[in-house]
């Protein structure tokens, strides 16, 4: 029988768009995965995420019986390292894709800036909240995203994923509309964690890798000494932006998969 990988996804991008990196993974392992998160009105957007870590833990607790790894890009990563400190007895360890822990200066610049509205300035959240929402059919949208910078260095089927399940058919016509609400997607940002330094004054209780973007600005913002501090060895450097995972799904496949055999041997 194969391990559980449960794997959380980046804002703003459901689960299905990372098959690719799925695929990879699923020879040494099973996927599962929530396939949007913070979409489920039970579950609202609120600061520092408490109950979309509900939601993680409870599809958790549902799922599985014996403890699973838990893999997460961007949010999805936080998220991972928020379930586990609260239910370290479900998780074997937890590797986070580009989620770099903020702390000390860092966490009080980030809440300063959450008070102020600064930090719209620092994420993608502005964007969100003018963000195009349909297209007219898929050649249409294929041709809006492949002609933008950031999304044409995303491997092709990636991409193509994107378009079938980030902006699926929602009417007869063949009109295409985003399934990541924009509204959701913005307040997600807005409501980044400031507390994991406090959090993890004293490590962790299951073991953490973490995997980075050589390009990423998020790590250039969020600084890298306490995810340092809190992987040790287990830190790993993938070419590519924030979005790495995307830009390269096989290369990510692999470095996750030396990560959890790294934990799981002790290493």
């Known amino acids: 029988m194969k391990n559980v990988i449960h794997f959380s ?40 995420w408490p109950h979309l870590v509900d939601q993680l833990i409870e599809d958790i607790g549902r799922r599985y019986e014996n403890p699973v790894w838990l893999v997460g890009h961007s949010l999805g990563g936080y998220l991972s390292l928020m379930a586990a400190l609260r239910k370290p007895h479900w998780v074997r360890g937890v590797v986070m894709l580009d989620s770099p822990v903020i702390a000390g200066w860092r966490s009080s610049m980030l809440r ?45 089927r990636v991409l193509s994923d994107y378009i079938d399940f980030g902006i699926p058919q929602t009417s007869a016509d063949g009109t295409r509309t985003l399934a990541f609400d924009r509204r959701t997607e913005y307040l997600i940002y807005r409501t980044l964690p400031h507390t994991f330094g406090t959090r993890l004054a004293h490590g962790s209780p299951v ?61």
């Open 112 to 156: 300063f800036s959450q008070w102020t509205g600064l930090d719209e300035r620092i994420t993608p959240a502005a964007a969100t909240r003018t963000r195009r929402t349909s297209w007219a059919n898929r050649d249409e949208a294929w041709r809006h995203f492949h002609s933008k910078p950031a999304f044409a260095r995303w491997d092709e």
């Open 9 to 48: 996804h980046a804002n703003g991008f459901p689960a299905s768009i990372y098959r690719t990196l799925f695929a990879e993974l699923g020879d040494t392992h099973e996927l599962r995965y929530i396939e949007r998160i913070g979409h489920d009105a039970r579950y609202p957007v609120t600061r520092d």
């Open 207 to 267: 073991p953490v890798s973490f995997i980075g973007g050589t390009h990423s600005n998020e790590l250039r913002h969020a600084g890298l000494a306490a995810t340092r501090r809190l992987a040790g060895e287990r830190f790993e450097w993938i070419e590519g932006s924030h979005l790495y995972p995307m830009e390269r799904p096989i290369e990510t496949a692999r470095a996750v998969q030396r990560m959890l055999y790294a934990m799981a041997s002790g290493g």
